[in-house]
């Protein structure tokens, strides 16, 4: 990895702490979604693995990174991927 871009739309977001800015932008930035776990993610940005757990729950509920099939992405990133699941919308 060569470094982490957090778009303007993640930034100017009031509801969202750095971590959690960090992580969407993480999950964002893998092009075919993100299917690695989240202790993987933990390790990347070096934060806890219970930490990464509640964020991405968060940003779940927030809408921001949702799945599609058995990956995550983050809609802010790729809003081309439409409709997804979050949680709430079963």
Not at 55 to 65: A, H
């Amino acid at each position: 990895m060569n470094g982490l871009w957090i778009p303007a739309a993640l930034l100017q977001r009031d509801d969202l702490s750095h971590t959690e800015r960090m992580v969407a932008a993480f999950v964002g930035s893998f092009k075919q979604g993100y299917f690695g776990s989240n202790e993987f993610i933990a390790k990347s940005l070096h934060i806890e693995k219970r930490t990464a757990d509640r964020v991405l729950s968060t940003l779940s509920r927030k809408g921001i990174v949702g799945w599609r099939g058995n990956s995550r992405f983050c809609a802010e990133i790729h809003p081309e991927m439409g409709t997804y699941y979050t949680g709430l919308n079963k």
